[in-house]
C-alpha cells in the first residue's frame, strides 16, 4: 500500500510536471517585429565575390546593398547607384552614386569604395564573377564611376542587380574575415550566426534607406529537410517557408497563405548532350530526338509530380524576350508521329538511352513508361557524382532541374559551343549562324532578335526534351505577407511585410 | 588497472588511425565535383581549375592526406570549403547537441529498461509478455516513424512543443527542455523495449544460476541477492547493451536531427558527405570515431571493475 501510494504520487508529480512544462507554447513568431524565414540553403560565404541567386540572396541583401535594385516584376530601380547610363554598344556604363551612405564600420561608401569592390569582384572567383570579367572601372568623380567592357554585356544591369555589386566596407575586402563576418551598407547587420542552424540579423541603426526596414529583427533558419521547414512553419517557428510539391498541400489545408512563383525559374526535362552522336549514335539524329519530344505527355507528367507546373518544349523563360508562347507546345504529345520519326530514323527497334538516375523516383517511372513506348529502353546509371561527371562529358543525356537565367544567361549556357550546359560542345550550323550573328554586335537589341532566334532553332533541332517549368512555393503565416520575385525561388528579403495581425 | 586503461587507450588510438586513413580513401576516390557545386551552373572551366587550385584538388592523394594528418594531430581540422567555418568550432557546437539528445536518450533508456528487465525477469508473467511484445514493437517501428507522429501530435495538432529547432540551455533553459522533449522521447520509445528484453534475458540468465540458489539457500534476503549479486553479475551484458545502443543511436540521430532540424553531428555530417566537404567530413569522423572509443572504454572499464576476469584477458 506504502508502495502504491508512492507511485502513485510520482506519476502524479511527473504528470503535473509534464502539463506544466508543455503548458508553455513554443516560442512563437508572435511579435510582429520580427520576421522568422525557413531557408533551404545557407550562404558558402559573407564575401560578395562569392554571392549567389536563388535561395542565398537574402542572407547577402540583410548585409549589403547593392549598386541597382531588381523589383519584384524584373525593373531596375536606384539603390546605391542613383542612376546609370549604358552606352548603345554595352560596351561601357557610367553610374551615379548616393552620397552620405556609410558602411558599419564607419567606412564612407564613394567611388572608391565600389571601385575597391568591383575590382575585388571581378578578380575574385566566384559562381558568377565570370559575367563581369574584362571589365574594367575607372573612378570618374567621388561619385561617379565609368565601367568599361572588353566585349558587349547587354546584361550588365541585370548582374549589378543581382550578384555582381553588392557593396562591402573597403576596409575588409580581400580579407580572410570577410568570408564568416559580413562588413556593410545594408538594412540589417548580423547580430549571430550559428553555421547550419539560423542566422540572426538586427537592423542597422544608421541605414539610409528606413522603407527596407519592416521588421527590427530578421531570422534565417536554415532547414534543408522539407518535411522540418513545414512542420516548422505549421508549428509556429517560421513565419515563412519555401515548400515543395510535397509540402504545399498540407500547408495550404492548414490555412497559410500561399505564393506561387509564376515568373519562370527552372524548367526541368532531359538535357541531351550527345547531338552529335558519338555516344549514341541514336541521339545524333534529329529525328529520334523529336520522337523523344512527341512521346512525352506533359501535361500527365507534370500533375503527376508537381503541382501546377507549366507544361514546355523549349528551355527560354517566359521572363525574357526570347521566349515563344507557341514554343510551349511546339511536340504536342503524338506516340503515332513519335514512332513514325523513330521508324524514318532507322531505330523502329529502339535503342538504350543512359540517364541519370534522377531524385524523383515517380519522375523517373513515368519518363521510362513514356520512352519505352516508343522502344527506347531507359538505363539508369547509378552515379552519385552524376552532376560533375555530365559537366564534365561523360553522359549522354540527363535529366535535371536548371536555371531559366536571363535571354543570355541561357543562351550562354545552353546553346554556345562552349556552353557549361552543352556538355558534349554540339554546334549546329543554323545556331552556330545565330551566335555569330550575335558576336558580331552585341547590343541588347541583337541580344532580343539572336537569343529568340537561339530558341526557336534550339526546339525545331531538338537539343533538349523539356518537361514542364516547375513552379516555386513558398507560404507565409497571416502575420507576414510577401511579393514572388522575377526569376528567382524565394522572394528577395525586402518583399517581407508584416501584415499587422 | 593501469595496465589495461594503457592497453585499450593505444588500441584505440591505432582504431582511430586505421578508421580515418580508410575514411579519407574513401572520400578521395569518391567525391568529385566540389568546385562545381561551389561555383554552380555559371562557372567557367577556368573558374573550376582556379577553385580546384585553391582548395588543393590538383594534388596527389598521398600530399593531401599527409598534409590533412599532420595538421590533425596538432589539433587543426582545417576549415570548411563550403562555408568557411572552422570544423573545431563547428564540432564545438555542434557535438553538445547530439550528445545531449542521445545522452539523455540512453540514460532514460537505460534506467526504464533496467526497471522493465528487472520486473519482467523476476515478476514474469503479464510484465514479461508486455516487455517481449514491446520489444517486437521497437524493432518494427524505427525512430524517425515514431518522431514524424510525434510531431503531428504533440507540435502541429496540439502546439504543445516546438516541431523544430534547438535552444541553448545558456539562453532559454525552459526552451532547452522543450526542444528536447520531441527528440528524446523519439529515441526512447525506439530503444528502451529492445534494451529492457536483453537486461531481462541476462538477468534471467544469472537469476537462474546455481549459485544463486546456493546464496538462497544459505537464507540470504531476496533484496540482497538481486541488488547486490544478480545485478552485478548481469551488469556486463546490460552495459554492452546499452553501449551498442547509443552507438546505435549515434548513428540514428543523423534522421532524427533531419526531422526536428537540430544543428547536431548527424546532420552536419550528411550536409557535408552529400557536398563533398571533405575537412568536415574527415572532422566529424574523427570525433564520432572518438566518442564511440570513450564509450567503448568507459564500458570496458566498468565491467572490469564489475569482473576482475576482464582485466586479466
Known amino acids: 500500500m506504502k508502495h502504491s501510494k508512492r507511485i502513485a504520487a510520482s506519476v502524479a508529480a511527473l504528470a503535473v510536471a509534464a502539463v506544466g512544462l508543455t503548458g508553455i507554447a513554443p516560442a512563437q513568431a508572435a511579435n510582429k517585429t520580427d520576421l522568422v524565414i525557413g531557408a533551404v540553403a545557407e550562404p ?10 536563388g535561395h542565398f540572396i537574402p542572407y547577402y541583401q540583410a548585409v549589403y546593398d547593392n549598386l541597382i535594385l531588381r523589383a519584384p516584376d524584373g525593373s531596375y530601380k536606384p539603390n546605391l547607384a542613383t542612376k546609370w547610363q549604358v552606352a548603345d554598344d554595352s560596351k561601357s556604363m557610367t553610374i551615379d552614386l548616393r552620397s552620405g551612405v556609410k558602411f558599419t564600420d564607419g567606412a564612407a561608401f564613394n567611388a572608391d569604395a565600389a571601385k575597391a569592390n568591383l575590382d575585388a569582384y571581378i578578380g575574385g572567383v566566384g559562381p558568377y564573377t565570370a559575367k563581369l570579367s574584362g571589365t574594367t572601372v575607372s573612378v570618374v568623380d567621388s561619385d561617379t564611376i565609368k565601367l568599361t567592357m572588353s566585349t558587349p554585356n547587354p546584361e550588365i544591369v541585370y548582374w549589378l542587380a ?6 562591402a566596407s573597403p576596409n575588409v575586402l580581400k580579407t580572410a574575415g570577410l568570408k564568416t563576418k559580413p562588413v556593410g551598407s545594408g538594412p540589417y547587420i548580423l547580430d549571430s550566426a550559428t553555421v547550419g542552424s539560423q542566422y540572426v540579423f538586427k537592423a542597422n541603426p544608421s541605414y539610409w534607406d528606413k522603407s527596407k526596414q519592416k521588421f527590427s529583427k530578421i531570422t534565417i533558419k536554415f532547414l534543408s529537410d522539407a518535411t522540418a521547414r513545414l512542420n516548422a512553419l505549421l508549428g509556429g517557428q517560421v513565419d515563412a517557408a519555401y515548400l515543395t510539391a510535397g ?12 505564393y506561387s512563383n509564376s515568373r519562370a525559374v527552372d524548367y526541368k526535362g532531359i538535357v541531351v548532350f550527345d547531338r552529335n552522336g558519338n555516344k549514341n549514335p541514336a541521339l545524333g539524329d534529329v529525328r529520334v530526338r523529336q520522337a523523344m519530344n512527341y512521346a512525352i505527355d506533359r501535361a500527365a507528367l507534370a500533375k503527376a509530380v508537381e503541382v501546377n507546373a507549366e507544361p514546355t518544349t523549349q528551355i527560354f523563360s517566359p521572363a525574357g524576350t526570347a521566349y515563344k508562347k507557341s514554343l510551349d507546345n511546339y511536340y504536342k504529345f503524338d506516340l503515332a508521329k513519335a514512332k513514325s520519326l523513330m521508324a524514318a530514323a532507322g531505330y523502329a527497334d529502339g535503342f538504350t538511352l543512359n540517364l541519370n538516375n534522377w531524385v524523383e523516383p515517380n519522375l523517373n517511372a513515368l519518363v521510362e513508361s513514356y520512352l519505352k513506348a516508343i522502344n527506347i529502353k531507359v538505363n539508369w546509371v547509378q552515379d552519385t557524382n552524376w552532376y560533375p561527371n555530365a559537366k564534365a562529358g561523360k ?28 556538355c558534349l560542345k554540339y554546334e549546329s550550323p543554323a545556331m552556330k549562324k545565330a551566335w555569330a550573328a550575335l558576336s558580331q554586335s552585341g547590343t541588347a537589341n541583337q541580344v532580343k ?11 525545331e533541332e531538338a537539343w533538349f526534351v523539356p518537361f514542364y517549368r516547375v513552379l516555386h512555393y513558398v507560404a507565409t503565416s497571416n502575420r507576414v505577407k510577401t511579393v514572388v520575385q522575377a526569376q528567382n525561388a524565394v522572394p528577395y528579403l525586402y518583399n517581407y511585410a508584416p501584415t499587422g495581425k | 588497472m593501469l595496465g589495461f586503461i594503457v592497453r585499450r587507450l593505444l588500441s584505440g588510438v591505432l582504431l582511430l588511425f586505421v578508421i580515418t586513413t580508410l575514411a579519407y580513401f574513401l572520400v578521395f576516390f569518391t567525391v568529385d565535383g566540389v568546385a562545381y557545386r561551389l ?26 592526406y599527409w598534409d590533412w594528418l599532420t595538421a590533425a594531430i596538432h589539433g587543426d581540422f582545417g576549415t570548411s570549403w563550403f562555408n568557411n567555418e572552422r570544423i573545431i568550432d563547428a564540432l564545438a557546437n555542434r557535438l553538445p547537441v547530439t550528445v545531449t539528445v542521445v545522452g539523455i536518450a540512453i540514460l532514460i533508456s537505460a534506467i526504464l529498461a533496467v526497471v522493465l528487465g528487472m520486473a519482467a525477469a523476476i515478476k514474469g508473467g503479464w510484465i514479461d509478455r508486455l516487455v517481449q511484445l514491446l520489444a517486437i514493437a521497437g524493432f518494427a517501428v524505427p525512430a524517425f516513424v515514431i518522431a514524424v507522429i510525434s510531431v503531428t501530435i504533440f507540435a502541429i495538432t496540439l502546439s504543445l512543443l516546438p516541431a523544430t529547432g534547438w535552444v541553448p540551455i545558456t539562453e532559454d533553459p525552459v526552451g532547452w527542455l522543450l526542444s528536447l522533449i520531441l527528440p528524446t522521447f523519439a529515441l526512447v520509445i525506439a530503444t528502451v523495449a529492445s534494451s529492457a528484453q536483453q537486461i531481462r534475458s541476462a538477468i534471467k540468465n544469472v537469476y537462474e544460476r546455481d549459485w544463486v540458489r546456493t546464496l538462497r539457500s544459505r537464507g540470504i534476503a531476496e533484496k540482497e541477492i538481486l541488488f547486490k549479486h544478480v545485478l552485478r553479475a548481469a551488469a556486463p551484458s546490460g552495459l554492452t547493451v546499452l553501449s551498442l545502443q547509443f552507438v546505435g543511436m549515434l548513428g540514428g540521430s ?8 537540430l544543428p547536431g553531428m548527424g546532420q552536419y555530417a550528411v550536409t557535408a558527405t552529400g557536398a563533398g566537404d571533405t575537412p568536415v567530413v574527415m572532422g566529424v569522423v574523427v570525433f564520432t570515431v572518438v566518442v564511440v572509443i570513450v564509450v567503448n572504454l568507459v564500458v570496458d572499464l566498468i ?4 569482473n576482475p576476469k576482464v582485466r586479466v584477458k
Request: charged share 15%; no cysteine; glycine share 8%.
Open chain 2, 303 to 306: 565491467n572490469g571493475w564489475l
Open chain 2, 254 to 261: 543523423v534522421i532524427i536531427e533531419s526531422i526536428f532540424a
Open chain 1, 44 to 53: 558558402t560565404t559573407w564575401d560578395p565575390i562569392g554571392a549567389n541567386i
Open chain 1, 162 to 167: 543581382t550578384t555582381g555589386s553588392f557593396m
Open chain 2, 39 to 64: 561555383l554552380g551552373d555559371s562557372a567557367t572551366q577556368s573558374d573550376i581549375l582556379a577553385k580546384n587550385h585553391e582548395l588543393g584538388l590538383d594534388r596527389p592523394f598521398f600530399a593531401r
Open chain 1, 247 to 258: 509540402t504545399v498541400a498540407a500547408a495550404k489545408s492548414k490555412g497559410k497563405t500561399l
Open chain 1, 449 to 459: 532578335v539572336q537569343t529568340a532566334n537561339m530558341n526557336q532553332i534550339a526546339v
Open chain 1, 395 to 422: 553522359f549522354e543525356a540527363i535529366i535535371m532541374s536548371i536555371f531559366q537565367g536571363t535571354d543570355l544567361v541561357t543562351a550562354e549556357t545552353a546553346t554556345a559551343k562552349d556552353g557549361s550546359w552543352n
